[in-house]
């Protein structure tokens, strides 16, 4: 197994690299395209493009520009965005990834639970009025845009009906730090958690009920069966634990992309200052630094949790450790 997770780190490490590069490359390698002009913004004035220049190394060898970007990305931490009046770039992410991490952390709690407990049911009572009704409400939740639901749940939370006493609760846009109001920073995100949720639960809860219906012919849940056990045992302690690998599997890779700026429409409609919103932006603004930081950085995310997803595979599922 450890020969197994050595070889899976070092195959992370070469993707990262393989990312950085290729990062760098189309935001600044592009032929014909100067980046010395994409780093010091619009309108900048000739002694700030040479001082990019010659800061950034971008008169010397293609290599020696890529050294310089990574270590003022990742060493140094003084990439500078221009744009934004010389602000540095990775105290922005700092500051912005706290508020992605606590709404995808919320909203994937809100999911796993209800997916699980959609698509238990779901294939429990296969084929009856109860599947049929929960798999309608997962497609209806696939189908609609998390902006529109965002901006329908604004339209009723903070405008129409805000001084009812059913939604007087609910603050304005924003975020509340824990550490300042931990009341006022649950009341800030509890609707945008659900928001955020209402696709992954519709999409988890049709994929686990698909596995479990497909694994209730497979021969080991046969032969629990066979052993007088509780269709409910049966299906909750073998059944669940054997579809949860495909479960895990989604979780990984969806639950990085958020992180890495994935809820970027969530963030901006409920004036969450995250990493998608500070990407949203940056954006905006054609500000190439924090717009290279935030990819860069989502890019991580995802890689590293794929192999966390594998590592966990090794740990679940006896047969892929046993192919390694």
């Given at each position: 197994?450890i020969?197994?997770?050595?070889?899976?780190?070092?195959?992370t490490?070469?993707?990262?690299?393989?990312?950085?590069?290729?990062?760098?490359?189309?935001?600044?390698?592009?032929?014909?395209?100067?980046?010395?002009?994409r780093i010091?913004?619009?309108n900048?004035?000739?002694?700030?493009m040479?001082?990019?220049?010659?800061?950034?190394?971008?008169?010397?060898?293609?290599?020696v520009?890529?050294?310089?970007?990574m270590?003022k990305l990742?060493?140094?931490r003084?990439?500078a965005?221009?744009?934004?009046?010389?602000?540095?770039?990775v105290?922005?992410?700092?500051?912005a990834?706290?508020v992605?991490a606590?709404l995808?952390?919320?909203?994937?709690?809100?999911w796993?639970?209800?997916?699980?407990?959609?698509g238990?049911?779901?294939?429990?009572?296969?084929?009856?009025?109860?599947?049929?009704?929960?798999?309608?409400?997962?497609?209806?939740?696939i189908?609609?845009p998390?902006?529109w639901?965002?901006?329908v749940?604004?339209?009723?939370?903070?405008?129409?009906?805000?001084?009812t006493?059913l939604?007087?609760?609910?603050?304005?846009?924003?975020?509340v730090?824990?550490?300042?109001?931990?009341?006022g920073w649950?009341?800030?995100?509890?609707?945008?958690?659900?928001?955020?949720?209402?696709?992954?639960?519709?999409?988890?809860?049709?994929?686990?009920?698909?596995d479990l219906?497909?694994?209730?012919?497979?021969?080991?849940?046969?032969?629990?069966?066979?052993?007088?056990?509780?269709?409910?045992?049966?299906?909750?302690?073998?059944?669940l634990?054997?579809?949860?690998?495909?479960?895990?599997?989604?979780?990984?890779?969806?639950?990085?992309?958020?992180v890495?700026g994935?809820?970027?429409?969530?963030?901006?409609?409920?004036?969450?200052?995250?990493v998608?919103?500070?990407?949203?932006?940056?954006?905006?603004?054609?500000?190439?630094?924090v717009?290279?930081?935030?990819?860069?950085?989502?890019?991580?995310?995802?890689?590293?949790?794929?192999?966390?997803?594998?590592?966990?595979?090794?740990?679940?599922?006896?047969?892929?450790?046993?192919?390694?």
């Amino acid at each position: 197994m450890i020969p197994a997770l050595l070889r899976r780190l070092g195959q992370t490490l070469l993707v990262l690299f393989g990312v950085s590069v290729l990062v760098f490359a189309v935001f600044f390698a592009t032929p014909g395209a100067d980046p010395t002009a994409r780093i010091a913004g619009r309108n900048a004035s000739p002694q700030i493009m040479e001082k990019v220049r010659r800061e950034y190394g971008f008169d010397r060898a293609l290599p020696v520009q890529y050294a310089t970007m990574m270590k003022k990305l990742f060493i140094t931490r003084d990439l500078a965005s221009y744009a934004d009046r010389g602000e540095l770039v990775v105290p922005q992410i700092e500051q912005a990834a706290p508020v992605t991490a606590c709404l995808v952390c919320g909203a994937a709690f809100i999911w796993v639970s209800a997916s699980i407990i959609m698509g238990t049911l779901a294939a429990a009572f296969r084929d009856t009025w109860v599947d049929r009704t929960l798999m309608l409400a997962g497609l209806v939740g696939i189908s609609i845009p998390v902006f529109w639901l965002g901006q329908v749940t604004n339209l009723i939370t903070q405008s129409r009906y805000h001084d009812t006493w059913l939604f007087s609760w609910v603050p304005g846009l924003g975020y509340v730090p824990f550490s300042e109001d931990p009341g006022g920073w649950f009341r800030a995100l509890v609707i945008p958690w659900v928001v955020l949720a209402v696709m992954f639960i519709g999409i988890y809860s049709r994929v686990l009920r698909a596995d479990l219906v497909a694994l209730a012919g497979e021969d080991f849940m046969r032969t629990a069966r066979a052993k007088g056990l509780s269709p409910t045992r049966v299906m909750l302690r073998h059944g669940l634990r054997t579809a949860l690998v495909t479960f895990v599997s989604l979780f990984g890779l969806d639950f990085a992309q958020l992180v890495g700026g994935g809820a970027l429409l969530t963030e901006v409609v409920f004036g969450l200052p995250g990493v998608g919103r500070l990407t949203y932006r940056a954006l905006t603004n054609l500000d190439l630094p924090v717009i290279m930081a935030t990819v860069m950085y989502s890019a991580i995310f995802v890689v590293v949790a794929n192999a966390v997803v594998d590592m966990v595979y090794l740990l679940l599922d006896p047969r892929v450790r046993d192919a390694r």
